[in-house]
């Protein structure tokens, strides 16, 4: 039996009866949502930091080889001709690779709403993020070896500026007189995937290593479906753990919409049923 069962059990048992009227009124009137227990972990388990802190910390390591090696890139596809003798950047995805944007999926889910650009920008303009566990840390570190440190992100440029303020409040490098807050669409090409900001950067740097959340982070090809982005995943397996770094973010991202193939049209009971049919269950046997 698993351990979860036997704690319900016994929670139930402990509290009794008589207590449980009390325990449903301090529960949020919001709808039951598919993102509680991602968020849940995202914001309290002590896993979730204990996770981040453990990817960060190879961070260090893989950055030290990195440094040492002038055949190294973490952008094969971007890195083109004698990059070798660059000086040395990382890229970092923001949202929920450096930045804990817990409580705004939390809302959503207390107040039985979903992501609008509109109260995202609220959110970001009210500074409640909180660094992801070792990024400070391990930001701070590349930059005492004179390692660049460049954020690639899909905030807005209307939302640079608080969330750069942020950022300096936290004590995350921001690049000294170069642009390092590299926002989407701040340039014309610069889109929502994120290669040409890659290669931007790529210009004039060797780039050592890259972090993310979410696989687009890495590689452009990240918006097919279940199957098409395990294969691009396999065709890319060796860079994780090595220049490719990624934290764990089960609240939101591209595998999300992958089993519906990003049709974000479709009704939600629609798209519920896609991901369903998208697990692999046990037959019971
Ligand atoms: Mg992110």
């Known amino acids: 039996m698993r351990s979860g069962y036997c704690g319900r059990w016994a929670l139930f048992t402990a509290i009794g009866l008589a207590a449980l009227p009390a325990l449903a009124a301090d529960l949020p ?12 972990w995202d914001q309290t388990s002590v896993e979730a930091q204990a996770n981040a802190l453990g990817a960060y910390a190879l961070g260090r390591i ?27 950047a990382i890229i970092l995805d ?19 709403t979903s992501f609008k650009p509109e109260t995202w920008t609220q959110y970001v303009n009210a500074q409640q ?13 590349a930059a005492s070896k004179g390692v660049k440190v460049f954020y690639v992100t899909n905030r807005t440029a209307d939302e640079e500026g608080p969330t750069v303020e942020e950022m300096k409040h936290f004590g ?79 609240t939101y991202g591209s595998f999300e919409s992958a089993p519906y193939k990003g049709d974000y049209k479709l009704p939600p009971e629609e798209q519920r049923r896609m991901k369903q049919n998208a697990l692999t269950p046990w037959d019971g046997k």
């Open 29 to 40: 009137d919001a709808m039951p949502d598919d993102n509680l227990n991602a968020v849940l």
């Open 62 to 88: 893989r950055l030290d080889e990195a440094l040492a090696d002038k055949t190294w890139t973490a952008a094969p596809v971007e890195q083109t001709g004698n990059f070798q003798d660059f000086p040395p």
């Open 94 to 112: 923001v949202d929920d690779t450096i930045l804990n944007t817990s409580p705004y999926q939390a809302r959503n889910i207390t107040t039985g």
């Open 129 to 141: 993020d909180k660094p992801i566990p070792g990024a400070v840390e391990f930001t701070q570190y």
């Open 172 to 250: 995350f490098p921001m690049g000294d007189n170069v642009d390092t807050f590299l926002s989407a669409k701040e340039q014309p090409d610069w889109g929502s995937a994120k290669g040409t900001r890659r290669a931007f950067i790529a210009k004039n740097y060797r780039i050592l290593l890259m972090f993310g959340d979410n696989f687009g982070d890495f590689t452009d090809d990240y918006k097919g479906t279940v199957e098409e982005r395990q294969k691009v995943f396999e065709a890319n397996k060796a860079h994780f753990g090595h220049d490719w770094i990624a934290i764990a973010n089960p």
